[in-house]
Nanobody, 126 residues
Framework: QVQLVESGGGSVRAGDSLTLACAAS????????VAWFRQAPDEGREFVAA????????TYADSVKGRFTISRDNAKSTVYLQMNSLKPEDTAVYYC???????????????????WGQGTQVTVSS
């Protein structure tokens, strides 16, 4: 497991942009699949986006496709989530997750990852 620390959350207006960052405490970050999940109040945690370690493949939830972009900087052991055109329904606590060389077909499942950050709050007002 690795330690993950998210940053960049905040309160914004609908239509604004925000970038989240997640720093990992490992020098082998390039071997990790990474993902973002989110949890809205009184809701379960849901998949947002993932970035595979080997092929640079990415996958997104339909609800954020075209608005959010996941990227990574292996030299900095950091994964980012660029969020554009934010909507009130994007309000949630956002978590980053990581797992070493996981089963990519399971990228959207929480149990695919064994390291989690503490979460960062994103609030979008209308």
């Amino acid at each position: 497991q690795v330690q993950l620390v998210e940053s960049g959350g905040g309160s914004v207006r609908a239509g604004d942009s925000l970038t989240l960052a997640c720093a990992a405490s490992t020098h082998t970050f390039d071997l990790y699949d990474v993902a973002w999940f989110r949890q809205a109040p009184d809701e379960g945690r849901e998949f947002v986006a993932a970035f595979r370690w080997a092929s640079s493949s990415t996958t997104y939830a339909d609800s954020v496709k075209g608005r959010f972009t996941i990227s990574r900087d292996n030299a900095k052991s950091t994964v980012y989530l660029q969020m554009n055109s934010l909507k009130p329904e994007d309000t949630a606590v956002y978590y980053c997750a990581a797992g070493m060389m996981t089963q990519w077909p399971r990228a959207t499942f929480e149990d695919n990852y064994n390291s989690w950050g503490q979460g960062t709050q994103v609030t979008v007002s209308s």
